[in-house]
């Protein structure tokens, strides 16, 4: 299915307004330490797309970051990069070792990763908040998640 379209119409509007946020690719034998490029002490969301020629599919969205009842934000050291390179998925190890090892076992080729900080001085939405928001979006689309996103 091509999501190219749907995304850049409903995401873009609830993305746009996030001025720290970055992107980067991730191939089978890349090292995800290396390539991510994401905050270190910011927190938010992170989308992740399988790119095939000139198709795209959101394949997962995660966050990190929780907003206390004081209004302060608790995150966890190393903030979006930390989640997206050493957060555990497919099995109780991080990121880094999973995801070459998931990509082959479905064939896929090239990862695209976007990644924004959600939670700034100027800019405070909860990071969950955005992610609900997105994968209610793909979920009122698709009637199912992103294939790499097991529950919400």
Known sequence: MHLQGFFSKIMYKELKK????????FTPTDNLEEV???TQTGSGIFLVYNVDGDE??????????????D???KSKNGGLFDKI?????FAKTGRKYTWPTQMATENL?????????TFTEKTKVIPTYIEGQILQNF???NDRLPKWNVAF
């Open 18 to 25: 996030f001025k720290s946020k970055g992107e980067f690719t």
């Open 36 to 38: 991510c490029n994401a």
């Open 56 to 69: 795209k599919e959101l394949i997962m969205v995660g966050s990190t970051g929780t907003v206390q009842n």
């Open 71 to 73: 209004g302060t934000l």
């Open 85 to 89: 390179v050493n957060g555990h998925q």
């Open 109 to 117: 080729s090239r990862l695209e990763v976007y990644w924004y900080e």
């Open 139 to 141: 979920f009122a689309e």
